[in-house]
């Protein structure tokens, strides 16, 4: 399936959310199936179903995975700037956390500033690994911009 797929023509995250739509669906009428001892899918009828945004929750669960992906990748990089960011984002105070690891207050704002910094940067590089094109990045960064904290 994917050989025919036109890296050109559309933006990866749609291919992948549409196939786990696919999958999980068809994985879901399963299982109902098989709990109810036959092959037959019940029909919803009037029961009532919880409201999903399916377009909202996928987003924030790409932008979850894109997110520990860059953290990941962070960490490997500068374990220093990963554990001081981590502290930050949890409120810890930057004095707290300079007496944790053993640094100065002014070396914890650095680090802080220098990882959101390095951070932003790998969530650019991630989005731009299934990216086709340098605007579809910028509309995807854009998009995705909503889910990212602030």
Known sequence: ???????????????????????VGHHVERELARKRGGG??????????????????????????????????????NQRYHDVFRLAIADTSHADIAARLGITKTQVKDAVYRAKKRL??????EIREYC????????????LGAFLPR
């Open 120 to 125: 932003a940067n790998l969530v650019q590089e």
């Open 1 to 23: 399936m994917l050989a025919r797929i036109d890296p050109r023509s559309g933006r990866f995250r749609d291919l992948v959310r549409a196939v786990t739509r696919n999958v």
């Open 40 to 77: 037959k899918v019940e029909a919803l009828g009037e029961r009532e179903v919880p409201a999903c945004d399916e377009e909202k929750d996928f987003d924030e669960e790409w932008t979850k995975h894109l997110l520990d992906r860059s953290l990941g990748r962070l960490a490997a990089e």
């Open 132 to 143: 086709s094109s340098e605007a579809s990045c910028a509309a995807e960064i854009e998009r």
